[in-house]
């Protein structure tokens, strides 16, 4: 089936979304049964084959909602945040521009949103205002400076997470040389295991509970905001 027959095929099967709604997602792939991860669930609502990369939904989401599924930790997180999102992801199947459009929206976000988040918590202003004055990222010609800021930070911190993150960064960036490995960057780049981490950090050296609230609700506020957009894309 054509993509554009599939934009058009996809509907919200409403018995099917009452059900996944009456149970918890998880994180994990499963085989065929009464468990989900969200992905999982949006095949199923879909009525499409058993699958985490349904057809009705476009690659580079599914990427990112699998990413950020596995990354939450509790099941009542993932129920919060990504729930709602099932019914609005079906029928978002794209390919081509579109698709990598939105590589470099979740690219983009990563870097000059998330990763300033990050830093922030961690009391590392100057880096989040570095990262947050970068020129938007919409293609690989701007990832030159990325990769040698990434670079310079990895060689500049000591604390352990810092470096981790830093080098982690630097690796993710110099895969990317070209518009054709946009999906595989941006399914790097999705950094909601490296948030979990930072709050784990900030809670150890002692950070106030509303410190770190504050960035998981900016976190959650800008993730979702994302998304909207990305669903939102058009051809």
Same mark, same amino acid.
């Given at each position: 089936?054509?993509?554009?027959?599939?934009?058009?095929?996809?509907?919200?099967?409403?018995?099917?979304?009452?059900?996944?709604?009456?149970?918890?997602?998880?994180?994990?792939?499963?085989?065929?049964?009464?468990?989900?991860?969200?992905?999982?669930?949006?095949?199923?609502?879909?009525?499409?084959?058993?699958?985490?990369?349904?057809?009705?939904?476009?690659?580079?989401?599914?990427?990112?909602?699998?990413?950020?599924?596995?990354?939450?930790?509790?099941?009542?997180?993932?129920?919060?945040?990504?729930?709602?999102?099932?019914?609005?992801?079906?029928?978002?199947?794209?390919?081509?521009?579109?698709?990598?459009?939105?590589?470099?929206?979740?690219?983009?976000?990563?870097?000059?949103?998330?990763?300033?988040?990050?830093?922030?918590?961690?009391?590392?202003?100057?880096?989040?205002?570095?990262?947050?004055?970068?020129?938007?990222?919409?293609?690989?010609? #701007? @990832?030159?400076?990325?990769? !040698? $800021? +990434?670079?310079?930070?990895?060689? &500049? /911190?000591? *604390?352990?997470?810092? =470096?981790? %993150? #830093? @080098?982690?960064?630097?690796? !993710? $960036? +110099?895969?990317?040389?070209?518009? &054709? /490995?946009? *999906?595989?960057?941006? =399914?790097? %780049? #999705? @950094?909601?295991?490296?948030?979990? $981490? +930072?709050?784990?950090?900030?809670? &150890?050296?002692?950070?106030?509970?509303?410190?770190?609230?504050?960035?998981?609700?900016?976190?959650?506020?800008?993730?979702?905001?994302?998304?909207?957009?990305?669903?939102?894309?058009?051809?």
């Amino acid at each position: 089936m054509a993509e554009s027959e599939l934009r058009i095929a996809a509907r919200v099967h409403g018995d099917r979304l009452k059900q996944i709604e009456s149970l918890s997602l998880k994180s994990g792939s499963h085989t065929p049964d009464s468990t989900f991860c969200v992905m999982e669930a949006a095949a199923y609502v879909a009525g499409e084959p058993w699958s985490d990369h349904p057809a009705c939904v476009d690659a580079v989401i599914s990427d990112l909602l699998i990413r950020v599924n596995d990354s939450l930790p509790t099941d009542q997180e993932r129920d919060r945040l990504l729930k709602p999102l099932i019914p609005r992801i079906i029928g978002t199947s794209s390919g081509g521009e579109i698709s990598e459009r939105r590589a470099w929206m979740v690219i983009d976000w990563s870097l000059r949103t998330v990763l300033p988040q990050i830093f922030r918590l961690l009391k590392m202003e100057t880096e989040a205002a570095k990262w947050e004055a970068m020129e938007e990222f919409t293609s690989s010609s #701007a @990832l030159a400076r990325a990769r !040698d $800021l +990434a670079r310079d930070l990895a060689l &500049a /911190r000591d *604390r352990d997470l810092d =470096r981790a %993150l #830093a @080098l982690d960064l630097a690796r !993710d $960036l +110099a895969l990317a040389r070209d518009l &054709a /490995r946009a *999906r595989a960057l941006a =399914r790097e %780049l #999705a @950094l909601a295991r490296a948030g979990e $981490l +930072a709050c784990a950090r900030a809670r &150890a050296l002692g950070f106030t509970k509303e410190e770190i609230k504050d960035f998981q609700d900016k976190w959650d506020y800008s993730f979702l905001a994302l998304v909207g957009r990305m669903i939102e894309l058009k051809p």
